[in-house]
């Protein structure tokens, strides 16, 4: 059974910084893309940024220049560098990955629970 697990979530004051970790344990045979969502409170849950297994990246308009996503393959997990941070970054934060469990299987995906960001002004 393959888990995500989120973590680094906290409370922090607008132009603090905040580094989240999601680890995924489990049977995994390989990670292919990595990606941080995140969902505001009484909105849609929206992309922030994702990572190939290779490392390119790619960022939502609203936090580029200010958060960087990269990964460690070896750990299979990914980070999400949050710098200057503001209150409308306030959301639960979730991690998700393209993954297989078996050479024979094809890509799935799975996510992980969540963790709250909340950046006060």
């Known amino acids: 059974q393959v888990q995500l697990v989120e973590s680094g979530g906290a409370l922090v004051q607008a132009g603090g910084s905040l580094r989240l970790s999601c680890a995924a344990s489990?049977?995994?045979?390989?990670?292919?893309?990595m990606r941080w969502y995140r969902q505001p409170p009484g909105k849609q849950r929206e992309l922030v940024a994702a990572?190939?297994?290779?490392?390119?990246?790619n960022y939502a308009d609203s936090v580029k220049g200010r958060f960087t996503i990269s990964r460690d393959n070896a750990k299979n997990t990914v980070y999400l560098q949050m710098n200057s941070l503001k209150p409308e970054d306030t959301a639960v934060y979730v991690c998700?990955?393209?993954?297989?469990?078996?050479?024979?299987?094809?890509?799935?995906?799975?996510w992980g629970q969540g963790t709250q960001v909340t950046v006060s002004s």
């Open positions: 998700n990955a393209d993954l297989r469990t078996s050479p024979l299987r094809p890509l799935r995906t799975y």
């Open positions: 489990g049977s995994i045979v390989s990670i292919n893309d």
């Open positions: 990572i190939s297994r290779g490392g390119s990246s």
